[in-house]
């Protein structure tokens, strides 16, 4: 008989969930129970809290944050190294599962800690102080940052000034207790960083955006920008890639891990092969674009008008670039056709979480010999690549990329190529 039968309070934990709880097998479904690993057995009592009982999994180790099981930033720090990479590799692998696709997986590539160069940040004012940081599990309360191993030093070393950013907004009127996001981006070669404010009741007046500047300057920011208006910009922030640098418009997306984001380019790279006629789909400030056009022409098609401006100025002060045409356009509603797509030997396609449905239907209908997909999310990746694979396509290996550590979010990238 198992635990369970003699005693229904009791858990065994079998395996992990999707968000890294521990999951236990019952009659009414599985039960889960968070920070419990495989192998652990739990007591569940009236009030639905869960004790351990027994020794502890050998795979459970010390936590490297305080701030561990309050903050909601991660959800696995506990988690020895070789079950965190079994259970990255199984998000992965579930995905495709789910729609009947068996993979073969690449070694996972995990950024080192103290590596993610961009943060979105919550700040709330009291009466008292402001708090900073990430919301606590399962709420809207502000866990206020004293340290973060997954944040790059230069952003956690900026914590206090931004302190006193904040405070000078609310200072301006904003109401205390309301919260408000920093987007903190390292985009700079000197390590200064990009601060994007928004959520406050409106821009700042004049004599508060002085105060700001002066503020920005002292510690040293590249630029801050609240409710759309740059208050301080000390030098341009700066994407370097092979192929040049990027100034991206101020809250812009990038790779969380500059490291990440190289591995990334040298798997799309080597996946598009010697194509010379390329798109980048989904392609934001052109992290990928710029390195693409070395090989060939690129069509590079974004819906973020201020990204793809960044895109052609970047383009016009490198080097050795073959020529790069931009497109405004919301390719979830508007992909673009077969016709659209004649000429093209491959499509590099990175799409936000939701995948890229409607656009992978267009290529599966078109002629489009190499698609390179990269996707956040495991399980529209996967339904995006049934959808090439039906059309005729092959799959390569799945490269899982953890550039968001401790949490339930992975990168995958797969090459697929159509059968001749």
């Given at each position: ?99 009947g696709?068996d ?13 993610r ?20 599990r ?15 030093d ?9 302190r ?23 985009a700079?070669?000197?390590g ?38 740059t ?7 700066q ?31 080597a ?9 980048d ?23 973020d ?17 073959k ?5 405004l ?12 797509l ?45 959808i090439l ?15 968001f ?16």
């Amino acid at each position: 008989m198992t635990d369970f039968e003699t005693d229904p309070s009791h858990l065994i934990i079998t395996r992990l969930g999707r968000d890294g709880d521990g999951a236990a097998d019952t009659p009414t479904g599985p039960a889960f129970v968070p920070d419990a690993l495989p192998g652990e057995t739990y007591a569940v009592g009236g009030d639905g809290v869960a004790q351990r009982l027994g020794a502890a999994s050998p795979d459970r180790i010390e936590p490297p944050c305080r701030h561990f099981g309050s903050c909601g930033g991660c959800a696995v720090q506990h988690m020895g190294a070789d079950l965190y990479r079994s259970w990255k590799n199984d998000l992965i692998r579930s995905g495709f599962q789910m729609q009947g696709i068996d993979i073969e997986q690449a070694p996972l590539f995990v950024a080192d800690a103290h590596s993610r160069r961009r943060a979105a940040l919550s700040a709330v004012v009291t009466a008292n102080r402001v708090l900073l940081g990430y919301h606590a599990r399962r709420s809207h309360t502000v866990i206020d940052l004293g340290e973060c191993p997954v944040l790059a030093d230069r952003i956690t070393t900026a914590l206090p000034a931004l302190r006193e950013i904040t405070r000078q907004i609310v200072g301006a009127g904003l109401k205390q207790g309301k919260a408000v996001e920093l987007r903190v981006e390292v985009a700079d070669l000197s390590g200064g960083l990009d601060v994007t404010v928004s959520g406050s009741d409106a821009p700042p007046t004049m004599q508060s955006a002085a105060q700001l500047a002066i503020l920005a300057r002292r510690a040293g920011l590249a630029r801050l920008t609240v409710e759309g208006l740059t208050v301080c910009s000390e030098r341009a922030p700066q994407l370097v890639t092979e192929a040049g640098c990027i100034v991206p418009p101020p809250g812009a997306f990038f790779q969380a891990v500059e490291a990440a984001e190289r591995h990334m380019a040298g798997l799309i790279i080597a996946g598009v092969g010697k194509a010379k006629r390329l798109a980048d789909l989904y392609c934001g400030s052109g992290t990928f674009t710029l390195p693409l056009a070395r090989r060939g022409r690129v069509l590079a098609v974004d819906s973020d008008k201020a990204a793809l401006a960044a895109l052609t100025v970047a383009s016009r002060f490198a080097a050795g670039l073959k020529p790069i045409q931009t497109v405004l356009r919301d390719l979830a509603t508007e992909p673009l056709s077969p016709l659209e797509l004649a000429g093209v030997d491959a499509v590099v396609i990175d799409p936000p979480r939701a995948g890229a449905k409607a656009q992978c239907e267009m290529i599966a209908r078109s002629k489009i010999h190499t698609v390179v997909a990269v996707s956040c999310n495991p399980a529209t990746l996967a339904r995006d690549c049934r959808i090439l694979i039906d059309a005729g396509f092959s799959m390569g290996p799945v490269h899982g990329v953890d550039q968001f550590l401790w949490s339930p979010h992975v990168e995958a990238i797969v090459t697929l190529v159509r059968k001749r």
